[in-house]
């Protein structure tokens, strides 16, 4: 089945202790994003990746870490997480057309962060 | 800066009326996508609009583009209670990377 999948769903963690976030697609889609998405504030993109070894900041990278070694995983790295970034995290991935494509994004279930 | 805006926020209506959501961004764009989120879940392509289409069709949806006023409208006909859920428009910018999402309109759907 064509996914996105992201773990965990759930995590609850203390100020400064690093935590990862990962994320994977099996459908071999270059483009792969995170977002964040905070009640009254919507969803905002915090990092995106074009291809393998590319990734560029979004609106909100300030806090995150990415990384793209391969084309299948698209980690989101917290270095020292802090309360600010509680919130929940939704990774997505979609084919790169050149030119405008069909930008159809496809969604993981999220993961709900909570940071005391 | 959020590129779309929506309106309106939130929106209750009656099974079988029909739900209309607009939606204005800020730059020029390739093509507007809707999206629809139920509470808490990943979000799921609803269709998607080209900067050189005026109106398009998907079952129940109807999406209209005016690029003179920069904004879009999703239109959803004969409501159903299942499609209680937030619907987001979103564009895609600087050649394809950045994507912006609206603040989302809450579509309730009373049976």
């Known amino acids: 089945e064509a996914q996105v999948t992201q773990n965990p769903r759930y995590l609850i963690t203390v100020t400064g202790k690093k935590l990862t976030v990962t994320c994977s697609q099996n459908m071999n889609h270059e483009y792969m994003s995170w977002y964040r998405q905070d009640p009254g504030l919507g969803l905002r993109q915090i990092y995106y990746?074009?291809?393998?070894?590319?990734?560029d900041k979004g609106d909100v990278p300030e806090g995150y870490k990415v990384s793209r070694k391969e084309k299948r995983n698209f980690p989101l790295i917290l270095e020292s997480p802090s309360p600010n970034q509680t919130s929940l995290y939704f990774c997505a991935s979609r084919p790169t057309r050149q030119g405008r494509g069909t930008d159809t994004q496809y969604f993981g279930p999220g993961t709900r962060l909570t940071v005391l | 800066s959020q590129q779309g805006e929506e309106d309106p926020q939130a929106l209750s209506i009656q099974e079988g009326e029909n739900a209309t959501m607009n939606c204005s961004y800020k730059?020029?764009?390739?093509?507007l996508q809707w999206y629809r989120q139920n509470s808490g879940r990943g979000l799921v392509h609803l269709i998607l609009i080209r900067s050189n289409e005026r109106e398009k069709h998907s079952g129940r949806l109807r999406v209209t583009l005016d690029t003179s006023k920069k904004s879009s409208s999703l239109l959803i006909t004969a409501s159903r209670a299942a499609d209680t859920a937030s619907y987001f428009c979103a564009t895609f910018y600087n050649q394809g990377g950045k994507l912006i999402f609206g603040q989302g309109t809450e579509l309730s759907v009373k049976p």
């Open positions: 990746s074009m291809n393998v070894e590319v990734t």
């Open positions: 730059t020029s764009i390739n093509n």
